[in-house]
Structures are given as C-alpha cells and as structure tokens.
C-alpha cells in the first residue's frame, strides 16, 4: 500500500480551499499509483475549517479516513512550533478539528506553540506525531530537545528537501538524525501542486485503514520508503507551476 504522508489540498496558505482543484488533486494521486495520503494542510492556513466542511459534505468517511473517489485520506495538519520548526499530526477528524480549536491562539509567527504543548496535545488526542523536513535551512528539527524529538512517531523524508539538498545528503542526515533516536523514517512528497506526487512515498506490505493500523504500521520494520527516479523533474515542475498559478490567483 503505497502512502503519501505529507501533502497539502491548497495552493499556498493564502488561497481558498476550491473543490475543483481538490477534485483534480485526488484523480492525479490515484494516477502516481498512491492509495492513500495523510492531508497535512498548514494549520494557519486561509479558513482552515472548510477543508473539513467540504470533505465531510462530499466524501465517506469510514475507519478514521475519508474515501475519496477511491484514495484513502487520512486528516491531518502541519504545524508550526515556537522552537522553530513543522510537526504532521494525522488523527481522526474530531481529533484535527479539536487540535485546530487548540491552535487557535497561537496562529502567528511571533507566537507559535511550544514543542512540548503540541506533544501533550497530540498524545490527550491519539494523534500520529511526525517531525516534518528536519533539516530543512528554513524550519529544522534537527536542534531540538533529544527528549521531545524522542516523542516523535518519525521523521519524514521530504520531496521537495530531496530536491533543494541532494538526495545523498539529505537521507544521510535524516538517517542519523532517526538512528540516534530509534525512530523510523517516512515518505512525504508535501505537494502543493499534483505533478509532485510520487516523488517520495511509503510502501507498507498490509492495508492501512485505521489510524492504529498507521501508527502500527509506521513503526514496523518493514515499511520501505520509495523515491522516484523522476523526482527532479517532478518537484521542478510542480514549483514551477506552483509560483505561476499563485500569480494569477486572487485572495
């Protein structure tokens, strides 16, 4: 089972959530071969509560995932942290609505959560906790508390990190950083834009449709990580449109 565990629904964080776009978003990730996907939009992202609204309009929800059209969503959001730094949290609906009701003050730059409230909230949640590009130059992991980085559930293997820094050289430094903390690894495009997918993925041996059966899953040993051969050409493109599409799109 071929799963996507960082993505994003919207173009940027200023735009509105567009069913169409969605729509097209869900055909070209069954298209890369993915069955599922963790949906981790941004939590301070432009009325944040109509991806939500739209998917419970339109979609089934079963097992703790959305059925989409086929693909398998499981809710989720990224998270910005005071510390400096992203966390993916995945969960039930009522777990990411409740996390965002949570959130709720602390939506700006000058005053983000700290690294360890996110945690106590995700763990009274039943959330899946994942350090998100942890060395990525803007927004790194890598410098925070051994402890609190040990409460992680893994660290995930970034597309567009994959692209920006080299692959030899990220995975190493994500390898280490996952060893050091007996943590595993994950697969996570963190598409905006649908030519992204498939540039990296996890390939888990069993059907996932539960969120135990994901945090089971994640933390077995047999979960492999599978990176295109194309990821260059992948996540080019897909900036490239990305910064195309933003310019002609109003807010």
């Given amino acids: 089972m071929n799963i996507d565990l960082h993505t994003h629904m919207k173009l940027s964080k200023k735009t509105y959530f567009d069913e169409t776009y969605f729509n097209t978003m869900v055909a070209e990730a069954l298209a890369n071969d993915l069955n599922a996907i963790a949906l981790t939009e941004h939590f301070n992202t432009l009325r944040f509560s109509d991806i939500y609204d739209s998917l419970d309009k339109h979609f089934p929800y079963e097992s703790d995932h959305y059925n989409a059209n086929g693909l398998k969503i499981f809710p989720g959001l990224e998270v910005d942290i005071a510390e400096t730094g992203h966390i993916l949290l995945i969960g039930a609906r009522e777990s990411v609505r409740a996390m965002r009701h949570h959130l709720e003050p602390f939506t700006e ?56 820094q080299g692959q030899d050289q ?60 194309c990821l260059k050409t992948k996540v080019k493109s897909a900036i490239l449109m990305k910064k195309m599409l933003k310019s002609s799109v109003r807010v």
């Fill in 109 to 164: 730059p000058d005053h983000f959560v700290p690294f360890k409230q996110l945690l106590d909230w995700a763990d009274e949640l039943n959330m899946i906790k994942i350090g998100a590009h942890p060395y990525r130059d803007s927004t790194p992991l890598h410098h925070l508390d051994r402890d609190l980085l040990s409460r992680l559930d893994a660290f995930d293997l970034n597309g567009k990190d994959l692209y920006v």
């Fill in 170 to 229: 990220l995975v190493q430094n994500v390898s280490r950083l996952a060893d050091e903390l007996s943590l595993p690894i994950v697969g996570g495009s963190d598409t905006h834009h649908f030519l992204q997918y498939g540039s990296v993925y996890s390939t888990f041996p069993e059907p996932i449709a539960t969120m135990t059966d994901l945090k089971s899953a994640i933390k077995a040993t047999n979960q492999q990580v599978h990176i295109s051969p």
